[in-house]
């Protein structure tokens, strides 16, 4: 069982208000803020380059410890700034061109759906969403009916911004390898607070960012790659560190994940992120992704008891957001009332998830997403101000 006294004494961050975005940058535990500030200092003291080769080994460790908790091995495991940077790095190195076909979900991120169409435009290639079925979650049968030749590549989201429905990302994955397409599954909402292993998932590639969940740094994410595809995936930007100049006119790709990375990065958000990942390991992942559930399921029971409030959250299976809107007030005024309490939550416009939202007729949903040091009196103390909002 989890210490959440000593979870919270971890977190300095959660002592004088009740913490709810961790869907969005969630508190870094002591030991994150820490390493990285240790190593900003240490740059001060001797220069960046010689601050960095005296941690070789442990940025070594940084992707160990990724591959530990998606059950993977390092090198198939490429760090980079963010998860936008890993999915997109992924998905403009898949071959397109004219009558090509690219399946999105149905409430995919827009980061994610704008990259789509611009290439879309750039190659000739179209651009479709897989419907929702009943309880809002991707559509298998419509996958199977859609799937052809034709699509290079599926978008699979794992939990959307908006809410806290699971995609049965799995059997999708197995339905587009049948057919013969790349799988890139967007975790950034799901790694650091749901299971993830990649081999039983099945997908090609995964982007995760480090600021969610998995409580690092802000400006830090990886990519896992499936290990064949490194062979056969040319990025379409690389440097001396992803590649290496043999001769005047010619090039040799790294031969594993590094191929998406740069030489150049922030070393210090690096081994604030390995601190993030081996914290958490070290908790237990399967205690700490308990203790998520139980806490949003709480607030959802709770929030469903209070008059003129709407929980949204669909699927069937359900992660740690909870969105939910206020009726007779914007979303934003619900943050902003709740701010003003030392209560935090956010906010998840339209725009961020055009085809479910409109779909839905929702402007914009508040959203909650407790971690595991948010205790219940905290849990509480957000439910009463909701009620009286």
Known sequence: MLNIAGLRADTPGCE???FLDSAGSSLPPRIVVDTAIAHLRREAEIGGYRAANERLADLDAVKTAIGELVNTEASNIALSDSASRSWSDFFYSVPLGPGDRILISGADYASNAIAALQRARQTGATVEAIPSDGSGQLDLDALKAMVDERVKIVSLLHVPTNGGLVNPVAEAARIAR???ALTLLDACQSAGQLPIDVIELGVDALS???????????GTGFLYLRPELAATLEPGRLDLHSAEWTAPSEYTLAPDASRFEFWECDIAGRLGLGAAVRYLLDLGPAQVYAAIAERAEYLRKALQEIPRVTVRDRGTQHAGIVSFTVDGRSGIEVRDRLAAQAITVTV?????TLLDMSARDLDSVVRASPHCFVDFDDLDRFISAVRDS
């Open 16 to 18: 004088n208000q009740v």
């Open 178 to 180: 049948r057919a013969g």
């Open 208 to 218: 995760a960012t480090g600021r969610k969940w998995l409580r690092g740094p802000r």
């Open 348 to 352: 998840s416009h339209r725009s961020s």
